[in-house]
């Protein structure tokens, strides 16, 4: 059983700054890639940004610039640090991770979502 806990969303005003967390814990063999996805209301869940096991990141052209992706392969975590938010940043933020589990099964999970909103 594998489960990823999302942390660090919340209120926050334009310009300002967040942290997101999300650990991974479970019967975990390996991770691959790690990403963040997120949510607005009505409209299609979309990639934030994504880093490889080896480092590598992808950016949605929306938040290049802003936005940092890291991950912590020891703790299983990956984080996203975002700056400089606007009012369209406001969403449902999803941890996803590709997984293989110690039974060898692969898999794709996602966290619980958080909420972040972005208003003054």
């Known amino acids: 059983q594998v489960q990823l806990v999302e942390s660090g969303g919340g209120l926050v005003q334009p310009g300002g700054s967040l942290r997101l967390s999300c650990a991974a814990s479970?019967?975990?063999?390996?991770?691959?890639?790690m990403g963040w996805y997120r949510q607005a209301p009505g409209k299609q869940r979309e990639l934030v940004a994504d880093?490889?096991?080896?480092?590598?990141?992808n950016y949605a052209d929306s938040v290049k610039g802003r936005f940092t992706i890291s991950r912590d392969n020891a703790k299983n975590t990956v984080y996203l640090q975002m700056n400089s938010l606007k009012p369209e940043d406001t969403a449902v933020y999803y941890c996803?991770?590709?997984?293989?589990?110690?039974?060898?099964?692969?898999?794709?999970?996602w966290g619980q979502g958080t909420q972040v909103t972005v208003s003054s």
């Open positions: 996803n991770a590709a997984i293989l589990t110690i039974t060898r099964t692969g898999g794709d999970y």
């Open positions: 479970g019967s975990i063999f390996s991770i691959g890639i």
């Open positions: 880093i490889t096991k080896g480092g590598n990141t």
